[in-house]
């Protein structure tokens, strides 16, 4: 696919030799004196998509920028491809799966939400794809996403509907949508929707972020199947971020186990030895909570502190990723990593190729990444009006909207309701979009 090198704007908007950033131009500003639970106390239950928030709370990005942080461990794709056995394939795709999350760690502002027919484009000859995002939907919010190997190895594709509901002391996002990978070399594909995100301590207190629920990957070519358990943390916090779970066969034969960190790494091992040593892991746990004088007191949100921040390696297992460090000013910068530092930048050769609706032409984005608080605050309410306004001509005139680069239908491997890429995006002919800043 040598064409994604010279389609109009490969080259102007990455390529191996192009420095990125490592810092945004501004950082981020104190929430301090801002109280979240002034907004908040009148919405308990409800769906948040629906309440709009002072921009002090996001970082300066939008949701559309946030979803292509799944493309962080792209090798993950590539290495997987290489392998000729499907349970070594599946190992690489459910450690992707898992990666995909862990920008997630301590980023506890939130990004914008995007306006209708907003897109977003990226290409990483670095890190061979590129890839296209639009939101399809205002209510309910979808955002979907398609992107591409370089070298025609996979396409990696998806529309998700977060669902935000809101419970006292935290805020809950149920990732709705089907996440599909095909690696095209092997005729494979792979379907799974990703866990729960939970931010606690919203009130008081320091925030932290939990991932939970169960995760079934599954290889529609073979019927094999990766069940991984994003586990909540639990009293002690023993079982804060911890990922488990086996690979099986179509029997349910479990072929090999996997356990980690979503924070921190995925190591694969045999299952009889995992389950061995997790038996004997419970022993030790009952014989510990014996012990202890278990406190009868209302559950706190607080973080707890993990028994030990590192996963202990059963003899045996093999490594199959690990997060990259943050870099050293990340605290400062939304708490993001050197991939999330680069998603908004924006150069003159880049702006003469993109369409207007990319979210880098955001000015309320633009402002906050800029430091200009005030004037983001501005601009984003001028742009949720100016979207509000639309909507209300087109309901006038009975006018549908109409999506550009995706269209609905039923996802070709599970049949749920999907949101596919129509094509031709890349040919750069931009023309009749729709004037959303």
Known sequence: MSEGKDCGGGDALSNGIKKHRTSLPSPMFSRNDFSIWSILRKCIGMELSKITMPVIFNE?????????????????IHKASSFSDPVERMQCVAAFAVSA??????????????????????VRDDLGFRLISEQVSHHPPISAFHAEGLNNDFIFHGSIYPKLKFWGKSVEAEPKGTITLELLEHNEAYTWTNPTCCVHNIIVGKLWIEQYGNVEIINHKTGDKCVLNFKPCGLFGKELHKVEGYIQDKSKKKLCALYGKWTECLYSVDPATFDAYKKNDKKNTEEKKNSKQMSTSEESDEMPMPDSESVFVIPGSVLLWRIAPRPPNSAQMYNFTTFAMVLNEVDKEMESVIPKTDCRLRPDIRA???????????EKKRLEEKQRAARKNRSKSEEDWKTRWFHQGPNPYNGAQDWLYSGSYWDRNYFNLPDIY
């Open 60 to 76: 300066p990005l939008s949701f559309l920028q946030r979803l292509t942080e799944y493309m962080e461990h792209t090798y993950l």
């Open 101 to 122: 999350v862990a920008s997630q760690w301590e980023r506890t502002g939130k990004p914008f939400n995007p306006l209708l027919g907003e897109t977003y484009e990226l």
């Open 368 to 378: 906050m990444e800029n430091g200009e608080i005030d004037q983001a605050s501005e």
